[in-house]
């Protein structure tokens, strides 16, 4: 999982407890303020370039401050010597450089095609847009920068013609309204969202042929719950106009997130590689995904065909949120549930000096000394390894917040923020719903993977059927090691990460762990078409070798 929310308070550039490499310099103006919460239902219909100032008032949508942002409980940043604090960052290169020194310098590769009902304006996103906000909200998220969004060319390094690359996919809590809008007037991805809805219309039959409600245990209670919600389910608005319109809280719901990120990660993916003329993932020498973001991995790696990735991550919001009703669990995934009765994911921040081995003997300690073995009630446990400076936690909000105050006393990590998730992903609340997937991707007809598939557990390097179900199974309940698996890329000499889909969150965060490779973030269409001509580029340069 990744830090999807607003930050406790507005970041300054000296924030001591995050990064003292940053300047003491007074933020611009609009830096000073906390980033805003993706739009609401009221705010807008998608995030376009065409917002207005009635998008300003989504920085106090009160429904979204309620859920995502609780100030009294956020843990405030240690102090760290002022003298590392005043370490300045590099100059980036000046963006007025001629042509012939850019990165990107080549022969104008073709302009892609788009589709007669291209209605989107062609000017970049102005400042004040949604989608601009959106990305400097994630940066401060990764790390309390206030920065434009990333120029791939600031992140090129020396490095051999074609390095063996990895294609990486954003995970649960990247969901955001109008999320991969630009796309929606290239013919690849208007085919993408059609085969998403005709997979979505047939979702209730393709489920009741699992017939998870004659299984035992807490299996076939929740395959009951399927059956008994069925025309609730039916009732609802459609994925795409959820994606579009909104409003957050609909979007934010696990049937609708999960599926949404994977449709709009394959909807990039297939317009680089059909309307850029692109290949991206067939050329990769590993693909993964963060958190559910690995069936975005399966899909693109040939092993799952896109229909079925569309319905598995349907059906796997769907039985992570009912998991939550189980009497051995009693938690609401509703917003609007009672804070003891919810369950949480929340982001902290580790201190200078401090590791994960330290926070990890804490969570196990809170654990073992829970005042009751039963139910819910003070579960805490680690959920995600983001980086070495970033872990998520998954729990009940009790657990979470007793957790995240022992963790402040001893000076080991601070509680940045709660995550934009309906459910506490990876950790033993799951397990139920784990079991339920594993019948369903035992049900469909597996393929090898084309290209290895990097497991988010473990780091390893997938390439079976049985191997992958495997994985998909178990990281339901168990923690994502995110940062090991970019240090075994490198250890495997991948050394460029193109991090392709919705935010760039990810990116920001392996650009801070993984110095030696080049991070690039394909997040935007400026971003697709930097990546063109930089792999033209290349080829232009490998011709004259």
Avoid at 119 to 146: I, K, N, Q, V
Avoid at 325 to 337: K, M, R, V, Y
Wanted: aromatic share 6%; proline share 8%.
């Amino acid at each position: 999982m990744l830090l999807r929310a607003l930050p406790a308070r507005p970041f300054r550039p000296s924030c001591p407890c995050r990064h003292a490499h940053l300047s003491t310099s007074p933020l611009a103006t609009t830096s000073n303020l906390a980033p805003p919460p993706p739009l609401s239902a009221t705010s807008s219909a998608v995030a376009s370039s065409s917002a207005t100032k009635d998008h300003e008032h989504t920085w106090a949508d009160p429904a979204y401050l309620a859920r995502y942002r609780d100030p009294r409980n956020h843990d405030r940043c240690l102090s760290r010597p002022l003298k590392q604090q005043q370490q300045q960052q590099p100059t980036p290169p000046s963006a007025s450089s001629s042509s012939s020194a850019s990165p990107f310098y080549t022969s104008n590769p073709p302009t892609p095609k788009r589709s007669s009902n291209d209605y989107r304006a062609r000017e970049p996103y102005p400042r004040d847009s949604p989608r601009s906000r959106r990305l400097e909200m994630e940066m401060l998220w990764s790390g309390g920068e206030a920065s434009p969004p990333i120029p791939l060319e600031s992140y090129r390094r020396t490095a051999p013609i074609k390095p063996k690359h990895a294609l990486l996919f954003p995970g649960s809590g990247s969901q955001y309204v109008g999320m991969g809008n630009f796309l929606r007037g290239f013919p690849a991805a208007q085919q993408v969202w059609l085969e998403a809805n005709q997979a979505l219309e047939g979702f209730e039959e393709w489920r009741k042929g699992l017939k998870l409600e004659e299984r035992d245990g807490e299996l076939g209670e929740l395959g009951r719950m399927l059956v008994e919600r069925e025309q609730e389910r039916r009732d609802e608005k459609k994925l795409q106009e959820v994606v579009f319109e909104g409003p957050q809280d609909e979007l934010t719901r696990s049937s609708n997130a999960q599926p949404a990120i994977l449709v709009t990660s394959i909807a990039f993916l297939r317009t680089l590689e059909n309307d850029f003329a692109t290949s991206v993932a067939s050329n990769a020498s590993a693909i993964l995904g963060h958190s559910s973001g690995e069936y975005s991995a399966a899909v693109a790696s040939g092993a799952i065909s896109f229909a079925d990735g569309v319905r598995l991550t349907r059906l796997h919001g769907l039985l992570t949120s009912y998991s939550l009703s189980l009497p051995s669990i009693n938690l609401s995934a509703s917003p609007d549930a009672p804070p003891s009765q919810r369950g949480q994911m929340s982001a902290l921040v580790i201190n200078p000096g401090r590791s994960h081995e330290e926070l990890t003997q804490v969570i196990k300690s809170i654990r073992e000394s829970r005042s009751t073995k039963n139910g819910s009630e003070g579960t805490v446990e680690v959920a995600s390894f983001n980086s070495s400076a970033q872990v998520v936690l998954a729990g009940s909000r009790d657990g979470i917040m007793r957790a995240s105050e022992e963790l402040r006393e001893q000076g080991i990590a601070s509680r940045a923020a709660d995550l934009p998730v309906s459910a506490p992903f990876h950790c033993s609340f799951m397990k139920p719903a784990a079991e339920g997937m594993r019948v369903a991707l035992e049900a469909l007809d597996i393929k090898d993977p084309d290209v290895p598939v990097i497991s988010c557990l473990d780091g390893s390097f997938i390439t079976t059927s049985t191997s992958l179900v495997d994985n998909l199974v178990a990281q339901i309940r168990l923690p994502v090691r995110w940062s090991k698996c970019l240090t075994n890329l490198h250890s495997a000499t991948i050394d460029r990460l193109v991090f392709l889909g919705p935010g760039k969150a990810l990116a920001n965060l392996a650009r801070k762990d993984e110095t030696a490779s080049e991070v690039l973030s394909v997040a935007t269409e400026d971003d697709m078409q930097s990546y063109q001509k930089k792999l033209a580029g290349e080829k232009e340069e490998g011709k004259d070798e």
